[in-house]
């Protein structure tokens, strides 16, 4: 078994990577990954990744955490520990010229449409969680397609919570406003969950603000202005399922009467204030696939 680092660095919603197109026989030939590589003698995780992020990209990682391991699983090759990093903060010149490969500065929204391995997405979601320490397992097949995943938080009790983001203070509604719980509430709930952030709207690539949408009683989602935001709702309720199946997450806390969100009553689609029997595309997303979903008006059967 083998051991490695691997480094994302973020400036300004940008993540530094790495284009591995230069080295022969490269297991990671014409993927985009983070910056990295394998121990040396004597090396602790940090030494190892301050060195390597020194030698692909002339920097020197300042503000630095180490968010977990992932074990990369392959029959092609030997199973390799990638003890994974997360930098905010770094002094120095970035150099253009790494052996290894291409270094470019992508822009978050950009990132995932990267040709990369499937789990690398997995984890890379988690960095931007306020997740604890984490084992990650990858399982690949010959022809490298994700067969399988197992993802464990270290020392932790608490069970995973998806909870809307707009809840937790993220101004990501249509306003541009937030909905945030008290925050007495908030640290309770964090004592005994784990706090997994979801907007499905965000996730379905809506912007933020936006125009209102609601649910049509057959089942579109239209804006104010007769837009069909539909795709968009049902994209977003199938990555907050993506989140609670990569998460082990059972349970959610989701903002009521949203389009998204809602569970038992929502707004009518009229405009007008008025509401009625159903529950928001995500919603109804998650509890078809056994997930139990609260609002904040159900707060007391989660504390």
Known sequence: MKNTTLCYIEQNGEYLMLHRVKKKNDENHDKWIGIGGHFEDYESPYDCVLREAKEETG????????????????????????????????????????????????????????????????????????????????VYDADGNLLSHDLRFSGEAREPL?????????????????KPLPEEILDALAKKYILIPVCAEILGGLPTPRIPAEIQNDRTVLRRDGADVTAAYATGADEVLRYARLTGAKTALLKARSPSCGKGNIYDGTFSGNLTDGDGITARCLSENGITVYTEEELSWLL
């Open 162 to 178: 998806l909870i809307s983001a707009c809840l937790t203070g993220s101004p990501c509604r249509y306003d541009g406003k937030s």
């Open 59 to 138: 920097l020197d990682l300042t503000a630095l955490s180490y968010r977990g391991i992932v074990s990369f699983c392959s029959p092609n090759f030997e199973t390799e520990q990638m003890h994974l990093f997360f930098c905010t903060g770094f002094s120095g010149t970035l150099s253009r010229d790494c052996a290894e490969g291409d270094l470019a500065w992508i822009s978050r929204e950009k990132l995932f449409s990267l040709p990369m391995w499937e789990g690398d997405k997995l984890f890379l979601d988690l960095l931007h969680k306020n997740v604890p320490f984490f084992s990650l397992k990858l």
